[in-house]
């Protein structure tokens, strides 16, 4: 794949062929920079450049990829907020039906009652709304803004020493390279305190920088394009929905000389430098039901003006304060050494150096926290399936809000990586699906409370499609575990009482509507119900059930915790008579359904049944070691093949088995085959939750507190010896670091969240010997029953665990 840009297509593609001449200095440099990802030449100006090589800058709202090109830079752009589709479209319904359809739910119960397993097309044909023709026109699809084109005319098609980098530490990216014996550089990152991109232009000789910037954007939308105070201005509506966007890219040049063009592009010639400040807008707000907001100029003029005011050094300096904020929490240390190799020829060399691999994976770790830094910040969108990035109209999977685990899986690793605040829009967002989804509920199912199904927008999409894929109820009673979570991991009984509550005791309101008894053994179970896209419709699936478990026994702590007894109470005779859809079947399986129907040569990518290993926690090596090893028997029979996402969640399944081994090569599975040039996840196609399965996964390898202790190293792997880790969270509200070697821990740091008891596992702590201290050194007091330890802390108290 390498090199190509140098022939074939691609380079035809581009016109004139460039040849780059690989940075040697630049080579040197790397080694220094262990959170750097670089390559020796552009991305491809193509789409599938852009999905394989483009590096990825974003400030949560808005998203970036730099491509590098020397002659002709690209900068492609998004914003969360402009999609085709939703209620700009006269016939739009959320997903819902156009009319009622009495007796169509219990129509599709009696069948399943009487018949088992039906077909889940006869369910989608009677509880589906029709799909769009064309495709997704009400739906919508997540848009490309467009992109900034900068034409360098006095720039030769060969230059030398050239490197294209994003430091994933810093935040910025960059290219540069000598020609002519000047030294061209440019520097890119995504501002969340500005709110805005930010480029620089710079020679090292004085007057080197001579270019013309445009805005280019797709076609499916009118567009005016103007150009006055060197500031471009492109805005028009997308033909879909007369949604209102709006780009502006102010260009500041230092010496030299500037000029507005008549065609809306701007010239900068002979300058020393220039800086360029992007910002994005649209008319879209996150309002049921109309989701229109004020059209976006007035804002977006005084965002980019109070931009331009601040200056480049100013503008830096407060991003790369507010990205090492975020970004420097967590260090990973897993004994890797970067040898002096492009990034994509790290990757394509995995396995064959393991001091290289180890570093390989330190940077994939960071870099889906970096990612998650990059496309989820407060106030804006969730990270979509491709979390702010895309360059298409029509983007796979309209990149969308998947809701049967990929939404889910994007935010895994925020809490434990030290990142709850970014976790923040998946919460605001599954808070704004309840409006919607009570009209879904009451329409779909006769319900209170509200449902969401397979598949979401940024609308307010609750109701199913007529494709069989798309009834999965279970959506919001998955997604709102996750918002417990926030309060397990944090403490914080604000949000619990204000944020959370509410929205569990909701979502609870529907299921015990839509629960009904088994007549076969009078358990409560969820009908219709089916494993994600696989198999029949069937009452009782255990992923159902095994989520509606978590949700009552969530609901349950929950209202105890803000006092509302009579929720606690209700939530106990739920589960008192609910099926917790935990089987072992006839090869020793966990069953995937209620009946022993499980076909040992299924291979799915999805393994819902093992929801109870992870992320739920009714199932574990720990606690329940006949389900786990039943657990073992049906993920070994899926394989390890899957898509980016499915050998993601495998490697959190085997770190939750405790077998870190497994769990690691796993990781390297992913590594080698699923990962694209740029570090991004291929499902295939580019889908970005399997960057963060994959951190989440290797945290889960280091740490995890789901069952209620903090677990330390439970399943390291043989390749991560020696190592360190600092700045995870754990369940309680604390924070942990770990150091070990030869595969034994050496010393355990914990920062207290909560006065409380703390219990940590780990074996070497069998047998005594183990010795607690605070930070001063002082001795506290601690008992030993097996392997786990027990010890008061106090707020905010640091203490040392080791011999
Ligand atoms: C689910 C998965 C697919 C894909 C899509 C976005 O439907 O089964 O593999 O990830 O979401």
Do not use: C
């Amino acid at each position: 794949m390498k090199k190509r840009l140098l022939a074939g297509p691609i380079a035809l593609a581009l016109g004139a062929a460039l040849t780059v001449v690989p940075a040697t200095q630049a080579q040197a440099a790397s080694a220094a920079k262990p959170y750097t990802l670089w390559y020796d030449e552009p991305a491809p100006d193509s789409n599938e450049g852009w999905e394989t090589r483009s590096l990825p800058i974003g400030n949560g709202a808005m998203g970036a990829t730099v491509f590098g090109g020397v002659q002709a830079e690209r900068l492609q752009f998004n914003d969360k907020t402009l999609w085709t589709g939703g209620p700009g479209v006269a016939d739009y319904t959320f997903g819902n039906w156009d009319a009622p359809r009495p007796g169509a739910l219990e129509a599709i119960r009696e069948r399943i009652w009487k018949e088992g397993g039906i077909s889940p097309n006869d369910v989608l044909a009677a509880l589906g709304h029709k799909s769009d023709s064309p495709r997704h026109r009400r739906f919508g699809a997540y848009q490309s803004f467009g992109d900034v084109r900068l034409a360098f005319p006095e720039l030769p098609a060969q230059v030398a020493d050239y490197r294209r980098e994003l430091d994933i530490s810093r935040g910025v990216a960059g290219v540069s390279f000598t020609a002519g014996g000047v030294r061209h550089t440019r520097e890119y990152f995504a501002s969340a305190p500005s709110g805005v991109v930010v480029a620089r232009v710079a020679a090292d000789r004085p007057g080197g920088v001579t270019f013309t910037a445009r805005i280019a954007v797709p076609a499916n939308r009118s567009a005016t394009s103007t150009a006055a105070g060197g500031r471009v201005t492109v805005k028009g509506a997308l033909t879909s929905n007369t949604m209102a966007y709006e780009a502006q890219l102010q260009v500041l040049n230092q010496g030299g000389t500037r000029t507005d063009n008549p065609d809306g592009t701007v010239t900068v010639a002979g300058a020393d430098s220039a800086v360029l400040i992007l910002g994005t807008g649209t008319d879209y707000a996150p309002d049921y039901p109309t989701y229109k907001g004020e059209d976006p100029h007035a804002k977006l003029t005084a965002r980019v003006d109070a931009a331009a005011a601040r200056g480049y050094t100013r503008l830096l300096a407060a991003h790369r304060a507010d990205h090492a904020a975020l970004f420097d929490r967590v260090r990973l240390d897993l004994g890797g050494s970067l040898p002096a190799v492009p990034t994509d020829d790290l990757l394509a060399q995995y396995g064959t150096a393991p001091a290289a691999d180890r570093a390989l994976e330190q940077l994939f770790y960071q870099y889906g926290r970096y990612l998650l830094i990059a496309s989820s910040r407060p106030g804006s969108l969730p990270a979509n399936l491709q979390g702010v990035w895309n360059v298409l109209e029509a983007p796979p999977w309209q990149a969308d809000y998947h809701l049967n685990i990929n939404l889910q899986m994007n935010y895994w690793p925020a809490e434990m990586t030290n990142l709850a605040e970014l976790a923040e829009p998946l919460h605001t967002y599954v808070d704004g699906l309840r409006e919607p989804g009570r009209v879904t509920a009451r329409q779909m199912f006769g319900a209170d409370g509200w449902v969401a199904h397979h598949a979401s927008n940024i609308f307010g999409h609750t109701g199913a499609w007529d494709h069989p894929a798309y009834f999965f109820p279970e959506s919001g009673a998955w997604l709102v575990l996750q918002l417990y979570d926030h309060y397990r991991f944090t403490q914080d009984k604000q949000y619990l009482k204000r944020t959370a509550y509410p929205v569990m005791k909701e979502t609870a309101e529907f299921w015990r509507d839509f629960l009904q008894t088994d007549p076969r053994d009078g358990k409560l179970v969820a009908i219709p119900s089916r494993s994600p896209e696989i198999g029949p419709s069937t009452a009782g699936a255990a992923m159902s059930q095994q989520i509606l478990w978590h949700l009552f026994t969530d609901l349950r702590e929950a209202a105890e915790l803000v006092g509302d007894r009579k929720e606690a109470a209700a939530a106990g005779d739920v589960l008192a008579k609910l099926d917790p859809g935990l089987r072992i079947g006839k090869w020793g399986q966990l069953q995937e359904w209620k009946e022993d129907i499980d076909d040992p040569a299924e291979r799915h990518r999805h393994v819902s049944h093992l929801f109870s290993v992870h992320p739920g926690r009714q199932v574990s090596p720990r606690t329940t070691p006949e389900l786990a090893a039943a657990a073992k028997v049906s993920l070994n029979a899926r394989t390890d093949e899957g898509t980016g996402w499915s050998k993601a969640w495998k490697i959190n399944f085997w770190a939750r088995l405790l077998d870190g081994d497994r769990a690691h090569k796993l990781l390297g599975d992913q590594l080698q085959t699923s990962t694209l040039a740029n570090l991004w996840d291929t499902h295939p196609p580019f889908q970005i939750d399997g960057n963060f399965g994959a951190t989440s996964g290797m945290t889960e390898m280091l740490l995890q507190s789901h069952l209620g202790v903090v677990d330390l190293l439970p399943a390291l792997p043989a390749a991560w010896a020696d190592g360190r880790v600092s700045g995870l969270r754990a369940r309680g509200g604390h924070t942990v670091g770990l150091t070990w070697a030869s595969g034994r821990l050496s010393e355990a740091r914990l920062t207290a969240g909560e006065a409380t008891t703390v219990k940590l596992r780990h074996d070497a702590f069998r047998g005594g010997g183990v010795r607690v201290t605070t930070d001063r050194g002082r001795p506290v007091a601690h008992t030993t029953d097996g392997d786990t330890i027990t010890f008061r802390v106090r707020p905010g108290g640091e203490y040392r665990i080791g011999r």
